[in-house]
């Protein structure tokens, strides 16, 4: 087996070797991987001496390097850079993955090993306390209690949501890669800015069509699209293209598939003792419970709903001016939005986008780290990549110390799911020795020279860095308490905190230089921008929120499992969506809650988050926002801590206090 997975890798600061993995290799790598990590735990489970924290869980801890590798360059590909054989073998694997940590959640020697440590151990530190606590959890979620019968059904359950899993996002992917509109009409495309025309042509080529306009489904090119484009019809078939992804009876249709994935998950929770997949996803987040989750979300969504209506309203009057005869709808929301936001703020995006050339924006973040927390990023000029868009970065404290490695993957392509994430070739810990983390951003970005982004897309950037920090100073000891491994509501909290750095003017005036010119951007630029940014957020929060309610939904409900479009009308209903707002996704393509499991029952988890990143930062802004004490104690606690303890304590420990409602309510205008 000389395969690159298996051997030593004499890269760059141990970097993949890309250029010599094939797909043809990971197979095998995943089954010898299996086959290690077996003999791990046989090794755990048979040792004559009594179970003790070193001999048991920090040996669970060691196990598994290999199959974590492989499993890292596989499922980054996969989703960065993936292919026909990629996805071939994604489907092949994923029930084996599945399969295998099942059984390691379902061995009930090891279990008994685990519950022994638990009853007995004294003496351990603070984060060996809570290993054991989230290992016995894990088990007894996973089914270890149960008796084998019924273990053997969750072990089914699991196995097969995987192989669903998989397929709903494959789905989501072919069809959105279908869709293309060609705009060929001189006054729609004369009324497009110069940036939304050249990145249609940039796709237009990429696709083949060369000298064509071309729209696709990917966010960085229909939002511009239903912002300016003044063709309602174009519009109106754009937009239900959009929200009709996986949704037209097809072999891509998703609502089976889905359908089946919320009634096992309905299943598996009954069979754990819970009420439903909700309480069972729930019980391990810092929330605790739906009740909790929508004590929050009924006190965000009164006055979201009510601001959305006022903003309806001054919709509706700018379409009458204009001698429109027609009611708002869905797709006409952002183009006359456009219109007020000139109207109201004289912000039109082009002027602002030449002063968020990408390069200078990615610079502008590491500055903001760099005067946070003193470190640097350099260029690695010669690491190996998976693709040439990729660049990576040596991550330095001050002293020149390594860090770690930063890789960015910012520009979208065919081969690369949508969205934006962070991710890692390689986790921090320092059980044995110390191991520096290997961190990825991916974004889309519609790729064109120079790549030019809106202010959205500046704070995308921003956010999946702050992602990228809490993997990078992580300070554990152990590999499962790492970074970004924390509560799952609590993970955004490092991400959106960040993107607070993004519009602050003193942050602003140093990253948002002309492309050309190289001046900073205006001050009454900036001002203008940080007045739209309450703008617009009745609709914003409204499409969020409807959103986190419409997955509550699909995961409160028990066997009988309704109609998709049935479920989304009555959700809609219920909290009463004005009718020109959908949910920002619908059942169909909602990836986060469908794709995986991580977000199901969790997507309430970003204002969650925003809830303690409002509080977080109004202390650095009480401070300074480059305060060094007060960056330090965020460091220490958040970013360094990972899942060492429960975040409440560590969000107490760095602000002082719990967190309140109110400044989320003030950031958003929603006071
Ligand atoms: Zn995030």
Known sequence: MNYPLFSEWHTPHGLPPFEEIKP???????????????AEINAIVTCPEKPTFVNTIEEL??????????????????IAHTNDQIQALELKIAPLLALHEAKIYQNSKLFERI???????????????????DLYKGFVRAGADLDPENRRLVQKIDTKLATLMTAFGQNVLKESNSFELVVDAPSVLAALPEWVRDAALAEGHERGLNGQHVFTLARSSITPFLQFANDRDLREAVYRAYTGCANRDNAQDNKVILSEIALLRAQRAQKLGFADHADFMLSDRMAGSSASVRGLLDQIWKPARQRAVEEAKALQKVIQ???????????????????????????????????????RVREGAFAVAAKLFGIRFILVEDAPVYHPDVNCYRVEEADGTLIGLFMTDYLARASKHSGAWMSDFRSQSHLDELVTPIVINCCNFAKSDPCLLSMDEVRTLFHEFGHGLHGLLSKVRYPSQSGTNVRQDFVELPSQIMEHWATEPEVMLQYARHVDSGEAIPMSLVEKLIASEKFNQGFA????????????????????????????????????LNEAIDPRYLSTYFKHIFEGEEYSAGYYAYIWAEVLDADGFEIFRANGIFDTA????????????????????????????????????RQRGLD
């Open 61 to 78: 801890e060691r196990s598994g390097k290999l199959l974590r590798r492989v499993e890292a360059v596989f499922f980054n590909l996969a």
């Open 24 to 38: 043809d290799h990971f197979e095998e790598a995943f089954i010898a991987g299996f086959k290690q990590n077996n």
């Open 321 to 359: 001016e204009e001698g429109g005869n027609f009611s708002l709808a869905p797709w006409d929301w952002a183009y006359y939005t456009e219109k007020v936001r000139q109207q109201r703020f004289d912000l039109d995006e082009s002027a602002c986008k030449p002063y968020f050339a990408l390069d």
């Open 115 to 133: 519950t022994q440590v638990k009853q007995t151990a004294i003496g351990l530190e603070n984060d060996q306390v809570q290993l054991v606590d």
């Open 630 to 665: 007060t960056a330090g104690a965020f460091r220490q606690h958040i970013l360094e801590a990972g899942g060492t303890a429960e975040p409440s304590v560590l969000y107490r420990r760095f602000a002082g206090h719990d967190p309140l409602v109110e400044p989320l309510l």
């Open 541 to 576: 929060t409204s499409e969020y929120l409807a959103a986190s309610y419409l997955d509550l939904a699909w995961h409160e409900i028990g066997e009988d499992i309704p109609d998709v479009h049935a479920l989304e009308t009555a959700v809609a209903k219920d909290i009463g």
